[in-house]
């Protein structure tokens, strides 16, 4: 087992901090008591000042070597869990499982695409059933169908059907139909 | 109702969009032919006999159109690429362009022609 930290308390004995960080466990020894009597020193009952300061240093130490041993351990549990689950193979059968998911609802995003696409030519269609059927009207009929057909052209398609609803709806093309009129 | 009609008379371009391997099976092409054939009959009908808004029951005319532009469009990509064209809805693959321009075509001709001549040519 590892000597990780060691420090002084208040009366001047010396800890030792042990950590293995295979198995996890933590052990703390007092391993020398030295009450610092010397004949030049004041410090006869075995405060001093060093001791004080180490005591500090050492709480500091302490803390900040449970905070790292416990992440350590967090560390190495998760790296234990992904070997086993390696080993076991699941993970790729938790990867498929979720590239199938992902395909799902991909799959249903698009076919609510489809959805609003039919739905959008129809309401065009309408428009144009309930309107006086002038070239104005005929040319708004196509801009619908145009709008909805470009979601067909691969990559650039989509956006540009996006695009094209949008400058739409906001009036963008009202000025060509009505020179259409 | 003119919503009813249109999506009744847009029957077509809704498969086309939802289903369109229904299109492409000769079995199922047949039936939709079949049905739009009777539509179309259905409508002429109901307008010579006064029945109904001839406004809306004109829609019902569209199909029948759209499945022989669908036919003839189909048939020059088929001549041209010996297969038929895959679904390219919010595709992201470029080799698929030349579907892309059959779907797009077919989207375009085959919905605003049918509605023009139906409403501008037709008696």
Redesign the interface.
Known sequence: MPNLASGVDFAGNIYTYFYDPNSGKSKTTLSWVAHIETKNDKTQSGFNKFGVYDAIGFGADMAELYRQGNGAVQFGMSLGKAEKILNDSRILSKMSSSRQVFNNSVKAF??G???I??LG???N??????SD?SGGD?AK??GG??I????????V??FISVGLGLLDSAGAFDALYQLAD | MALVFSLIGLFVQIIFLMKRDRLFSKQKFNLILMVSLLLFVIAYLLIFNYIGNVKYVKMLTVPFMSVLIFSVIRFIFFRIYKRNAEDTFWSMEINQITDGVFNFIFLIVGTIMPIIIAYKFLP
């Open positions: 698009k076919t695409g489809r959805f696409a039919g030519l129809a309401a269609a309408a428009e144009f059933i309930e059927m005929i009929l196509a169908v145009v909805t057909a470009t979601a067909f052209i691969p990559v398609g989509p």
